[in-house]
């Protein structure tokens, strides 16, 4: 196979996980602006993401997040899904929404209200028996907004003991994704705030326990790359969720606020030899379109994150070895920036023509009417938000 | 006048707003933990507002913000908050709440929109005429999520001439005081993110326009006080929105997150001779009590700015200089921390008892039992929020 | 003049400016690791600088530090320069390395310091006469460690006053660029520390003072391309310090940590019409080259700077003030990162050939056995770090 | 005992170790301002740490860095320590000032330099073998300042096989503490950026290692007593390198920038029941007084650790916990902060006289004429600094 051939049967294979939340509404604390044609229940969040699957050929799967695209029969959900060529992926699940949740879920100092939210997390595990979902995502809003607050400690054994119940539930071919977060909505302490924090209960839970990676979710200054390698070199990177921040979370479009840094985030991934399905990555989105329509925008987030991956691709690793070995600092970074100053939008237009695909999925949605028609149809009801 | 006597007679005349919608819900995009006893109405937020006056003694304007505070009748008002022993302060704009300000208000690239948003402006100081009002408190939301998005020149432009506009319809005795704010809602850039920005407008406008510093709307590393001092000295300086934060507008209690810093501030205020009322400046709370009773933590809030002003006030200033002129860099420091490492609550609880006040304020707002009397009788009606 | 017409003759004209401390030893508080081959004078600094222009075309000048290059006749150094093909560019000075700066220069408590500083700046406008510089670039190392420490307005007091005896000392053609940092050496207050206090003073200045923008220079989530603009936007913005940074002021090669901000910030000078020599903005390269050669480092900055000058021209503005207009956020996004995208290596390569010079600058200084021959000749002697 | 009585015997007993190099020169990569009177000589350094010793009476030890405090014989130094009344305390291994280390030490892709770089580590614990000390204290300054430079997944693998061959090196009471740096001087990736990564290295060494928190070490935002109680819970955390910043590694007096942050960070000593030495964690300084003298500033530092501490230990830990368990926000918040609005030098002087030690150790040692001495004594020879 040449290098080209690998760079393109790496690309086919690719799958990037959309949100089912990402189609409804969203924004900040001072306001949401509401979009028209946004779906109101999660059958109609799902066609939607079926057509970022259609148009790009590399999105599958869509993730659902409970309570808010809780259904009936799930088993009916997970039909339509197929029906519209795609499948249901990861299960959220949701835990700060309740008013009970004011100070915590899962640490909460009230055992009673633990008790029901470990018991949404294992009600999260029953549907995804239904759904045939491997993956449960956790990410925990826990934290405090003052100090003194509560004991923080405490609060880690709180925690720990709830991840352990979870865990023991979790089926043979399930895992538990769990996620860290620096800060928001609690401003002071998170009780899982970077990835150490993950790491270590993931590992006193075992194997089937991982780390996600939001790329939002740091602070300042940090090397997300770093990290992406350390966790690939222990075994324990999950899954991502893709979006980009210029200062806060602010879930904007994945690769829009610093590109080079998604690329060197992908260089990671292709030198670990994770990216193909088989090594068992979850590569998410995790974006709010608040003020750019949904489905155009979730089709261009899929597309950087493919031009991200095929400029990884396209890195010499071995001449970057030989490079790096020799000590040649300006050499190895030239190599590095050679791909990503290519321009890989041919590669991926040539590659949509050979999958029979549009070679400019933004176009062919515009031009496909779904848009205007989704408009049209979609009066009355509620549009679904983060609230439902 | 002794020092000491100069220290009390300083703490008796200080000022400080309490803003009308601290007493409503806040939170953040993931929940708003509604509260009981939350007013209802502009009126009710008043009541709440002398409640803390009448425990703290130093607090004895509440600022408005329109159009949460909207009423029929602004001098009835205005008589409401005089009956109950307060008086009304600031006028607050909203710019930010309708759906037509997606893409910005007064920067808008729709010149309808503009004029909307402009109109708000003034119909703001047609207000303050009735309520008596001298300032006029602008923020703007505006911004961009993304590069590209819109010109950042163009919007500047847009923002001096609606600025001018509003600037040349103060009355004689009011003011504009323009606040800037790194980041959040918009993500990209802001169109006022910085002191810079809004002295290089005020400047422009004349005298009647300054800026206002909001202690949680800088870049980390951003030493505050640095423009408290350099405002003062170039008669820029308008007014605080008190709070504090840890990472980004975090907007809990002031003096919560960094009471050295609160007092770093202070001491540039006494410094710059800005404290008495004479001087001008509005110290104004912008607080939003997320998780904790509302009205108790302004009361805690009122208190920690009286503690870090009296901190401020003990600062043995001729020492100070003398240090500082021999470049004693120790003991310059020394000199500082002294009155930082000062416990002030005595002093602070004798001023109160000789100005007719508990010196407890918070154990006796909690003793008068109208914590639980709003709880009782604020049932109904639907409870004031960011968006009424 | 079609499209490419234009974009190439805006590359053609493109001047960038080298520091000649730049070919020097540098390092971090840690360690300084020499390199063999670095030169020991002024004299072999342009000789190093000569030959970055001579394979780039586009960095016809090196920028000199003062005490750093100083020489017995600086007539005679600008005659060797021209001998090498360069011209002398910004004088710029130093007052951080005394003793007697220890607790400032023009700012410093003791009157007697700041007149010897305000002297070293006077010195350097004599310089200018001598090397017909027409840029006098300050930098101030002045601030304090501690709260407390000094006095913050009385240091602008004596910052103003040492600014405008420099400044009326200037030439009819002569002019002052201020340039500010958030931290370091100073941890606690900077006395320069944002654009906005140097804009301040310059605009009390008047016309001949600019402001000069070292892109790592700021806190993080700082928008530098919006300074940018504001500058442009009120004539105020003098010249670029380019160099990149992952945390604090790491003077990185330009372009190296994020490509992106860099293109977005020619992007506002070619909006601003800036570009061009005429319009009288200095691009000068400020970067310290601690683990790789210095020249070759230095090409690459210059080319990095040209790459993302290239995309910024490719942006369709036409287009792009159309999506703007019409709000269209996705489009307006997707026309400027279009240019981005694109990969300007070819263009530039042909561009180079046109001008004669060789289309892969980093291949053929090194083919020119330029970096072995000083390794060999430069023997004996001080090698130039930043003491000298 | 009391509640008091129990406050004072853990004061009684509390260690704070300074550090050898904060006695000698230091600055910042602009400038090392020299100071008159500053030790030549490991000898001498030990001099002056006994002198913080006997005018506070809770800094017994002096941490050592190897190259810049080798000697002939290390067991006449102990006796020196110990003639003037101290100790010796942890070694500080040195990798990062050959230039063989330019690319890195144990992490270098050199093998060679990498079998230097072990060979220096146990050269350490070889002294340690000799001084009696209990601790090897490893801080890498290892890193990259470009992406592509060098493989990060290989150096972790590289720095894993070192810290293992010196592990098994310790001998049975001697253990190896693991420091984390965000950044500096490598500006890319450092190799052990932050406490989960060494966290992750001393769970696989096994229980004699341990990770080290330097206060100064992190990304803005990061909440250190968070870690501090995280890595207690674990049995993880082995020492502290006390000082404070402002924005980077500023390596400030502790508790000049943040007091209320050091508080909080004793306050989770005090719950974790890890202040008294028998608890094994090692309190140390390490900061660099680079403008104000050193001996007084490293008293005032030792003085801010136990005002700190005295703070934490008024902490009424019963009332706390309940308003935790009852969910009381702001009466729990008010718990932590009555403590920390304490002064306490009026307890501190009280227990200093009782320790048969004056109340005031920075005016005790001012008057005992030590500092002119060494000014007058120490001349000629070498001053200590970072390279000796």
Known sequence: MTDLERVRSALREQRIETPSWAYANSGTRFKVFTQPGVPRTAYEKIDDAAQVHKFTGVAPTVALHIPWDRVDDYAD????????????????????????????????????????????????????????????????SDGLNYPGQDNLRARQDRMAEALHEVYDRLGEHQRMLL???????????TDVPDWGTAYAHCLELGPKAQVVIDTGHHAPGTNIEFIVAFLLRAG????????????????????????????????????????????????????????????????RSVLNVQEATAKALLVDTDALATAQRDGDVLAANAILMDAYNTDVRPLLAEL?????????????YKRSGYGERIVRERVGGEAAGWGA
């Open 236 to 299: 324990k990177l999950g899954a991502f969720d893709f979006n980009s921040r210029f200062y806060a979370d602010d879930d904007l479009m994945v690769g829009a606020a610093d590109p080079f840094q998604l690329f060197r985030i992908m260089h990671e991934i292709v030198l670990g030899d994770a990216l193909s399905p088989s090594a068992g990555i979850a590569f998410m989105l995790d974006q709010c379109h608040n003020i750019e329509p949904k489905i155009p925008a979730i089709i």
């Open 352 to 364: 949509r023509a050979d999958m029979g695909l549009d070679p400019d999925p933004s176009a062919a």
């Open 77 to 140: 959900l997970a039909d339509h899904a197929r029906a519209q060529g795609v499948g249901l992926g990861a299960i959220n699940s949701n835990v700060f929404q309740d008013d009970d949740y004011k100070l915590g879920s899962v640490t909460n100092p009230d055992p009673g209200i633990r008790r029901k939210a470990i018991g949404h997390l294992l009600e999260c595990v029953d549907i995804m028996d239904q759904t045939g979902s491997a993956d449960l995502k956790l990410w925990f």
């Open 179 to 189: 996620e860290y977060k620096l800060f928001e909505p609690a401003f002071y302490a």
